[in-house]
């Protein structure tokens, strides 16, 4: 019997064979990517008008920053993307290198009914004492001290975070551990944690709606997000003592101020950053190749995807509420470039 | 031997031919089937080894789940399947029995069709949409409206107090329940309306006959001929319940927590992996959450092989 199933099933593998062939051929040029959900839409944009430019196309699948570092160690990709950076201990093993492309911030949001967006001023501590459980109600003397002007209801506060693993989580409970001892030892910070108080809310658009419909809410959530939605933020007291908005120029300050030149691997989270007008929880995206390519000319031109959009995607970015990278920092960045290597060669040179 | 004969003998052979072709075929169709769900199982076991052999039997009874300092324990997301599974279940089913005795017993003829086809339809809309509708509408009408009643009417009832209690976030275990049971009523009320239809016309006349009400005769007659049948379709709804993911996944708010009210946020096997697996970094993580799906695969399997038992039996039963 066996005998007319083998020229069946020959059949259908070289059909298979030839589908993937043809396939492969129709996309060679395309650059591959995988990874982060923050920065898909950045991504998607510049990806349009490079396309246009150049006829080179770029398929990124924004299945999470788990999957594409799976992904890139799997070599089915060209490039992953992370919003939380990886160790060096994890880059040395896996062959690959790391470096930011695009930055954001993260904003408290808040539901006070009378209070308008940008009135409430809140700082990392009394933050961390609303997420730990500590400060319960909004007429706390906490949260009366940073806001002597206004008039605050004794209200229970119903705090919201992100029920699904998320960079957004990452980042802000990276500057929650960096200004509280208290949280670092009892939470830390990862792409998910154990809350001690509060509800899970799926996605920017599930914290958002939970704490819109909840009298008392707060959540967090992505500057480009709330702006677009017109959420009600609250303003931060920053590592330098000062109140700041969030905006692009304090994100921007956030990024430029940090310490990018003394850090290996780029490995800078840009929360709690120093500077009079730094934003607090600013956030960015890694991208990560291998250091050493298999297929040397899809790693450059993806190479030469990321030197445009450092150069070109400037005012795409900001269009959709994203910071780009500092002129000083893509100098750094496009430095380590010399290193990815194949045979011996980089696999490209920034002018070329 | 003559020449028609010889014609038929190469006739009966390329039958013959044909027909073990055809059996190949199916049996290698079946095969298929066998080896992918062997492949599921035997990958899903090794992804899952690390976990288990990291944290033993105690990762089944362990409520902690801590990303950061790599403990997990999947006793919250299987306590918070099973509730909202049996949430699902006990409305369900007494409103799908309720649809299918109404469509089979009383239905006027012209109604029947449309009726079945409406309960049918909420079995082909996407879990997705169940979940967006369950986050934006269905949540708020429970947070400001069905939550503050509940809590307020049983605030004094001891145990009841606690099972309902605060604060009102709309979202969590009951929501996710209520929108299961939405979810598995078609395939309840559809199962059910076909094994009702089993019941010999004979034996129904006879109750009728000898002065029994139509209540009677569903409770004394209909009921009892079908249970076993029932039971499969409940089962069925069951299975459905333990792994649906989406609809869950917006509405039970992820918090790896036991709480004795219904109302709070908590986690089901599906959900934890839906919302965590994305932005999963590190092997134990990654491999705890392969392990809950390895629980999850073993309840429903069980539970289905029962549904599949009774079904079979409810077959012979209809044969005898």
């Not at chain 1, 470096?99 to 009914?113: A, H, Y």
């Not at chain 2, 020449?3 to 190469?10: Q, S």
């Not at chain 2, 809950?292 to 399997?301: C, K, N, R």
Request: with cysteine; glycine share 10%.
């Amino acid at each position: 019997m066996m005998t007319f199933i083998r020229p069946t099933a020959l059949a259908a593998a070289a059909a298979v064979a030839l589908s993937i062939a043809t396939a492969a051929a129709g996309n060679a040029a395309d650059i591959s990517g995988a990874g982060s959900t923050f920065i898909y839409p950045v991504f998607a944009k510049w990806a349009d008008t490079y396309k246009k430019e150049t006829g080179i196309g770029l398929n990124y699948q924004s299945i999470g920053s788990g999957g594409g570092i799976k992904q890139v160690i799997a070599k089915t990709v060209t490039f992953g993307a992370t919003d939380k950076p990886l160790s060096d201990e994890d880059l040395g093993k896996n062959g690959l290198v790391q470096f930011p492309m695009v930055m954001g911030g993260i904003v408290p949001i808040v539901n006070v009914e009378g209070i308008k967006p940008g009135e409430l001023v809140l700082d990392g501590k009394t933050l961390a004492e609303i997420y730990l459980g500590d400060i319960t109600s909004w007429d706390d003397d906490a949260i009366k001290a940073l806001n002597p002007g206004l008039n605050l209801p004794s209200l229970a506060i119903a705090v919201v975070h992100r029920s699904d693993g998320s960079g957004t989580t990452f980042n802000f409970t990276d500057y929650l551990s960096k200004v509280s001892a208290d949280w670092k030892d009892k939470v830390g910070s990862d792409t998910a944690v154990e809350w001690p108080v509060g509800v899970g809310a799926k996605g920017s658009e599930g914290v958002a709606n939970m704490v819109m419909q909840t009298a008392g809410g707060i959540g967090y959530d992505e500057y480009a997000y709330a702006a677009q939605n017109n959420l009600s933020y609250a303003r931060m007291e920053n590592a330098a003592g000062k109140i700041v908005e969030p905006s692009l120029e304090t994100f921007g300050a956030a990024a430029a101020n940090a310490d990018w030149q003394g850090a290996t691997n780029f490995h800078v989270i840009i929360t709690n950053q120093p500077g009079d007008n730094s934003w607090p929880i600013a956030a960015s995206t890694w991208v990560l190749i291998h250091k050493a390519p298999e297929d040397a000319v899809a790693a450059g031109d993806a190479l030469k995807f990321f030197d445009w959009a450092y150069k070109n995607g400037k005012d795409a970015a900001k269009g959709l509420d994203y910071v780009s990278i500092p002129d000083n920092v893509v100098g750094l960045i496009e430095a380590t470039w010399s290193d990815i290597k194949a045979d011996g060669k980089p696999v490209y040179t920034v002018g070329q | 031997m003559t020449a028609p004969a010889v014609a038929r003998d190469a006739r009966v052979r390329r039958f013959a031919l044909t027909d073990s072709l055809f059996h190949a075929l199916t049996r290698a169709a079946a095969i298929l089937v066998l080896l992918l769900l062997g492949g599921v199982a035997v990958s899903l076991f090794l992804g899952a080894w690390p976990a288990l052999s990291h944290f033993g039997p105690a990762f089944l009874v362990t409520e902690s789940w801590n990303p950061v300092r790599e403990k997990f324990g999947a006793l919250a997301p299987i306590y918070g399947t099973l509730v909202t599974s049996a949430i699902a279940i006990l409305i369900a089913v007494p409103i799908g029995i309720g649809i299918a005795i109404f469509l089979t017993e009383l239905c006027p003829r012209p109604l029947r069709r449309p009726i079945g086809m409406a309960v049918e339809l909420l079995a082909g809309i996407p879990s997705i949409i169940y979940g967006i509708w369950g986050l934006f509408v269905f949540a708020p009408f429970m947070q400001t409206v069905v939550q503050p009643f509940v809590i307020g009417l049983f605030h004094d009832v001891p145990g009841l107090s606690a099972l309902f209690a605060g604060p009102p976030y709309g979202i969590g275990i009951l929501t996710s329940g209520l929108i299961l049971a939405i979810m598995v009523l078609p395939f309840i009320s559809s199962i059910t309306r076909d094994v009702f239809d089993t019941v010999p016309a004979m034996l129904k006349e006879s109750a009728y006959g000898i002065g029994c009400t139509t209540w009677e005769v569903t409770r004394r007659v209909v009921i009892p001929y079908t249970r076993v049948g029932i039971m499969g379709g409940v089962m069925l709804g069951l299975g459905r319940a333990l792994g649906e993911t989406m609809a869950v996944t917006f509405v039970i708010g992820n918090a790896h927590r036991i709480h004795a009210s219904l109302f709070a946020p908590g986690t089901t096997i599906s959900a934890s992996i839906a919302n965590e697996f994305t932005e999963a970094v590190g092997d134990l993580y990654t491999s705890s959450l392969v392990a809950l799906g390895l629980i999850l695969f073993v309840i429903t399997f069980l539970i289905l092989a029962a549904a599949r038992l009774m079904l079979l039996r409810t077959g012979h039963k209809a044969g005898a």
